[in-house]
């Protein structure tokens, strides 16, 4: 249980040190030291401009920024379009790809095991909140982040109405509120095909064309996306309500 006085300190912090200070400790006494909190004014704003605080370690934090693994992250993608808590197990972080390499990257700094909670309010904004330890991911772990998942709800939910100040005080211009780029029709049925894990050859052989062909879209939408994978390409496509993850099941 959580001692009402933590949740209290957390509405009465009176800057955003303070808040986050009282957001870290709520999360220790639930058994995870790490924690991270990151909120944008909607959907499709580009996460760059999150009010986000954390106390994972800075260099790590940087690497992740740096190399805009928000874009490829299993969580966020799936705080999109879910409301549903996401547990973290080794098999969320499928062998071989980035996301795998994240994993990875993310143990080394203690990250190992948690769960991550979407942040969906009423106008519109969207965010995360993931609680993390160093624990190692087997049902014993999994079985703490189930019993404590109540409370966990509970401090996302305070610490997004408590966040509106300071994520007022600290807002900078949000990018990508313009209109979402225009994508072709094909280019829209290539990006579906990405999204539901097929390869460049794979996705030639469906829609009938040449591999070069799906390439050349891919790229296409890389560059109105302004992105570096077609990963990413796919997070931004969901992100702007262009795709969704039940369309290749049509």
Same mark, same amino acid.
């Given at each position: 249980?959580? =001692?009402?006085?933590?949740?209290?300190?957390?509405?009465?912090?009176? =800057?955003?040190? *303070?808040?986050?200070?009282?957001?870290?400790?709520?999360?220790?006494?639930?058994?995870?030291?790490?924690?991270?909190?990151?909120?944008?004014?909607?959907?499709?704003?580009?996460?760059?401009?999150?009010?986000?605080?954390?106390?994972?370690?800075?260099?790590?934090?940087?690497?992740? =920024? +740096?190399?805009?693994?928000?874009?490829?992250?299993?969580?966020?993608?799936?705080?999109?379009?879910?409301?549903? @808590?996401?547990?973290?197990? @080794?098999?969320?972080?499928?062998?071989?790809?980035?996301?795998?390499?994240?994993?990875?990257?993310?143990?080394?700094?203690?990250?190992?095991?948690?769960?991550?909670? @979407?942040?969906?309010? @009423?106008?519109?904004?969207?965010?995360?909140?993931?609680?993390?330890? =160093?624990?190692?991911?087997?049902?014993?772990?999994?079985?703490? $982040?189930?019993?404590?998942?109540?409370?966990?709800?509970? $401090?996302?939910?305070?610490?997004?109405?408590?966040?509106?100040?300071?994520?007022?005080?600290?807002?900078?211009?949000?990018?990508?509120?313009?209109?979402?780029?225009?994508?072709?029709? +094909?280019?829209?049925?290539?990006?579906?095909?990405?999204?539901?894990?097929?390869?460049?050859?794979?996705?030639?052989?469906?829609?009938?064309?040449?591999?070069?062909?799906?390439?050349?879209?891919?790229?296409?939408?890389? *560059?109105?996306?302004?992105?570096?994978?077609?990963? *990413?390409?796919?997070?931004?496509?969901?992100?702007?309500?262009?795709?969704?993850?039940?369309?290749?099941? +049509?």
């Amino acid at each position: 249980m959580i =001692d009402t006085a933590l949740l209290l300190e957390l509405m009465e912090a009176r =800057d955003a040190t *303070q808040w986050s200070a009282s957001l870290f400790n709520l999360a220790r006494t639930l058994g995870f030291d790490q924690v991270l909190f990151g909120l944008v004014g909607s959907r499709h704003a580009r996460f760059e401009s999150a009010f986000l605080r954390s106390n994972y370690a800075d260099n790590w934090r940087e690497r992740y =920024d +740096r190399n805009g693994f928000a874009y490829v992250d299993p969580t966020v993608a799936h705080c999109l379009t879910s409301t549903l @808590p996401m547990v973290w197990e @080794p098999g969320l972080f499928a062998s071989g790809t980035q996301q795998a390499g994240l994993y990875e990257e993310a143990s080394a700094h203690g990250i190992r095991s948690g769960v991550t909670l @979407p942040v969906h309010g @009423p106008q519109g904004e969207f965010g995360v909140i993931s609680f993390a330890s =160093d624990a190692r991911p087997d049902i014993a772990a999994q079985r703490a $982040v189930m019993e404590a998942l109540p409370m966990l709800a509970l $401090v996302r939910d305070y610490a997004f109405a408590s966040s509106h100040r300071f994520r007022e005080e600290g807002a900078r211009p949000e990018e990508g509120r313009g209109a979402a780029p225009r994508l072709t029709k +094909r280019e829209l049925e290539v990006l579906q095909w990405v999204m539901a894990g097929k390869s460049s050859w794979e996705i030639a052989r469906i829609t009938n064309c040449s591999e070069a062909t799906v390439n050349f879209h891919l790229a296409n939408v890389r *560059q109105k996306f302004d992105v570096n994978t077609r990963q *990413q390409a796919v997070v931004k496509a969901i992100g702007l309500g262009l795709i969704t993850p039940e369309d290749h099941h +049509r």
